[in-house]
């Protein structure tokens, strides 16, 4: 990179640096919610609220067939 374009680009690298972070955050934050070990936590964690009777069989079959969409999509 020639000496003048660094010398104008250095006011944006902070601002640079902040885009990439938050795309890394992004990224990290959507492998978190695809990887298979989350989606058997929650896949998990519907089974023992169904078995509390907190939340209907209805209720369990559509947030797992959400949560397996959110998985593959």
Same mark, same amino acid.
């Given at each position: 990179?020639?000496?003048?374009?660094? /010398? *104008?680009?250095?006011?944006?690298?902070?601002?640079?640096? *902040? /885009?990439? !972070? =938050? &795309? !890394? *955050?992004?990224?990290? #934050? &959507?492998?978190? *919610?695809?990887?298979? @070990? #989350?989606? $058997? $936590?929650?896949?998990?964690?519907?089974?023992? @609220?169904?078995? $509390?009777?907190?939340?209907? %069989?209805?209720? %369990?079959?559509? =947030?797992? &067939?959400?949560?397996?969409?959110?998985?593959? #999509?």
């Amino acid at each position: 990179m020639e000496p003048l374009g660094l /010398i *104008l680009g250095l006011p944006f690298a902070p601002l640079r640096g *902040l /885009i990439r !972070l =938050a &795309e !890394l *955050l992004q990224e990290q #934050a &959507e492998q978190e *919610l695809r990887s298979p @070990a #989350a989606v $058997r $936590r929650r896949l998990e964690e519907l089974a023992e @609220a169904r078995a $509390r009777g907190e939340i209907s %069989e209805e209720e %369990e079959a559509a =947030a797992a &067939e959400r949560i397996l969409t959110e998985m593959i #999509a």
